[in-house]
């Protein structure tokens, strides 16, 4: 839990837009991380969730499943998303609940590149979902580099 509570606290202290748009990260189980946001501070001139904010969160998913995949194996990255592609499905009309997993051979390759290499890169794939349904597909490239490259 200790690195689930830095990743919160460094995305609300370093990041404003974070904070103003109430997105926190929810759950980490060790492979999938559930971003959310609510509705209302995200509201766009239909009275659904603004794009924008759903890319953001959907980047902000990915972004911490990076960071939480590397803590937890010990390190302190420097993450950021590199390229993001996003499919908008349906409108969402209620908390913005983004999520992520990260498989037992994506962390293998991440973790090993970043250790060898002091940097790595990896792809993610990030849903929101509204009613059940995938309302939101992002896949977005991240790179994390140790702070001393």
């Known amino acids: 839990m200790r690195n689930l509570d830095h990743v919160r606290s460094k ?5 404003p837009l974070i904070t103003h ?6 759950a980490w189980d ?9 509705l209302e501070p995200n509201l766009n001139t239909h009275g659904t969730a603004f794009g924008g ?5 959907g980047a ?17 990255p ?10 908008y499905l349906k409108p969402v009309r209620g908390v913005l ?3 992520t997993t990260v498989t037992g051979a994506m962390r293998d390759t991440l973790i ?26 992002m896949k977005a490239m991240y790179v994390a580099m140790s702070p001393t490259e």
């Open 11 to 15: 995305l609300k202290e370093q990041v």
């Open 21 to 26: 748009m109430g997105i926190d990260v929810v």
């Open 30 to 38: 060790g492979s999938t991380v559930m971003v959310e946001a609510p």
């Open 53 to 57: 904010s759903l890319y953001c969160v």
């Open 60 to 76: 902000m998913t990915g972004w911490s499943s990076v960071h939480l995949t590397l803590m937890d194996a010990g390190h302190l």
């Open 78 to 87: 420097s993450v950021w998303v590199a390229k993001g592609e996003v499919e």
């Open 97 to 99: 609940r983004a999520s």
């Open 112 to 137: 090993s590149a970043y250790e060898s290499k002091g940097r790595a890169k990896i792809n993610i794939e990030i849903v929101i979902q509204e009613e059940g349904q995938d309302a939101v597909r």
